[in-house]
């Protein structure tokens, strides 16, 4: 049964083991259509593996993949997929113009079709006034533009950015993100691997987390803050008492050198904290709150510290 | 027809490789050499007093039978290393991953290089081939007893080694590729000598051994098959002997078998690609 037309990716039950080393163990992942979707994971995750196996260069050793409904083994799923790998090599002595024309070849397209596409693709990657220099002289920053370009060649209803802002300057991983939010608007699924979690942050609807081939977390980056908040202050006065019942509602909470930090699920455990240390003499002189950010939740998933 | 873009895109790029570029140059120099060395040669054989007639068609022969050769081994060289990186190099690289993502069947892929690449190595051994006998016909009136066969025969083995090196090159890195494939065709070589010198000692185990190394790689039998078109005859079946000459030329059987081999390499390559993880 083809998955429903309202998820662009999908995959069940996915293993892969490379020899003895298992790179993803039971992952169960669903990329709804129209969204941004965020992959994120430390080195060795097995993300690159997971959107290896959605493409098919990869084969899962168990489970299923489906792309745009279609097994992914499937080359007819891949005719509306676009693509940039993460480090890309290229055929350098190709001109701009010409490395498009290939890459439109090989998704089927008629000469009139690509004649016409060429020019709009460059427009939108900035590279109108470079259809004719070879790629061997283009920047590295050009040449992921370029990377760019072959991937939306074939207006894709699914684009698979691996690492996209790579190489970029501040204004290039701009006019990048602005792009991604500009072909959600258009309606195409975006899966975005990026280490960059700003990025991330700033452009995905969803995210997930992997790490050692598993799901660890996935959800909306806005319900990142709802599950827990981080809170500073500015203190004197610290009592033992204080602490103690202070610690009762939050374990973490660390004071030292007038500075304070910790950490509840919610608004009303920050009241009950500050009333908990108030009334046992603490001196309270400011207090923040802070809204735990992706790379927060990424830094403690990496490092084990979340319970 | 994407195999059909791959093999035409895979010829553009093999053309500008540095190794093409590099065999160019040093083509152009050797046959600007040889057609001076053939010049001179043939001269002397008129005119020298020293020389035997009956001997100056087997020297004019051996002459030929040299830039054959030559050809033959610019040509082997040239198809290992411009293959040799094809799909592991590529795989090692990234630049295959772009590629293979699109709707592109993984057999497409290795058809298609292997065309393209067959073809450029194919056009420029039957290039140079024919050069060769072209030099001798014009300045010695000898172009051997088939001289089309020899050509043919040649481009065969050209596309017999690079079909070998694509195979390889699905299992193993292009260094190794290289090297590997590059002594396989060593040792069909020596094999080819073995049957050779079996032939003139009436040893067949020397002989059988020679054909069973050329049933597992027939590279060589298609360079002896070259010459054997190529070499002087004096008025009976048998060539007259020389250093380069074929005393028991190959089974015309083994251009067949040559392209069975290149199918069963490239049958082999595709179903390796197929469950390759890349």
Known sequence: MPQEATTAVALRGVRKVFGRRVAVEGLDLRVPSGTVFGLLGPNGAGKTTCIKMMLGLVRPTAGSVELLGLPSSDTKARARVGFLPEQFRFHEWLTAAEFLDLHGRLYGMSPKARRERIPDVLERVGLSQRAGSQLRTFSKGMLQRIGLAQAIMNDPKLLILDEPTSGLDPVGRREVRDLIVELRAQGVTVLLNSHILSDIERVCDLVAILDLGRLVWSGRPDDLGSDRIVVTGEVDQVSSAGLEAARKLAPDLDARDGRMTFTVADRDAVSQVVWALVTHGVRLYELRQQRRSLEDLFVNIVEGRDA | ?278
Not at chain 2, 92 to 104: F, G, Q
Not at chain 2, 260 to 273: G, N, Q
């Open chain 2, 1 to 278: 027809m994407k195999w059909l873009v791959l093999a035409k895109f895979t010829f553009h790029e093999a053309i500008r490789k540095r190794i093409v570029l590099a065999a160019a140059v040093m083509t152009v120099l050797f046959l600007a050499l040889y057609a001076l060395g053939t010049h001179f040669a043939v001269r002397e054989l008129e005119t020298s007093p020293l020389i035997v007639p009956s001997v100056k068609p087997l020297l004019i022969s051996q002459l030929l039978l040299t830039g054959i050769w030559l050809t033959s081994m610019a040509g082997s060289l040239l198809a290992i290393f411009s293959a040799a990186g094809t799909i592991s190099g590529e795989v090692e690289n990234s630049t295959l991953h772009a590629i293979a993502a699109k709707p592109v069947a993984r057999w497409e892929i290795v058809v298609g290089k292997w065309l393209g690449l067959a073809g450029m190595a194919a056009a420029y051994t039957a290039i140079v081939a024919t050069i060769v006998i072209g030099i001798v016909w014009l300045r010695a009136g000898f172009a051997g007893t088939s001289p089309l066969v020899a050509v043919l025969a040649l481009a065969m083995q050209t596309i017999v080694l690079l079909s070998l090196t694509v195979l390889a090159s699905a299992w193993l890195p292009s260094l190794a590729t290289g090297i590997g494939v590059f002594l396989l065709h060593a040792i069909a070589m020596a094999g080819g000598v073995e049957e050779q010198l079996g032939f003139i000692l009436k040893n067949q185990t020397m002989q059988d051994a020679g054909v069973w190394i050329s049933i597992a790689v027939p590279s060589d039998a298609m360079e002896k098959l070259a010459a054997a078109a190529l070499q002087a005859t004096s008025g009976s079946t048998l060539p007259m002997p020389g250093p380069l000459s074929v005393l028991a030329p190959p089974s015309p059987w083994m251009v067949g078998y040559a392209g069975l081999y290149v199918v069963f390499c490239l049958l082999v390559a595709v179903l390796r690609f197929e469950g390759k993880d890349l």
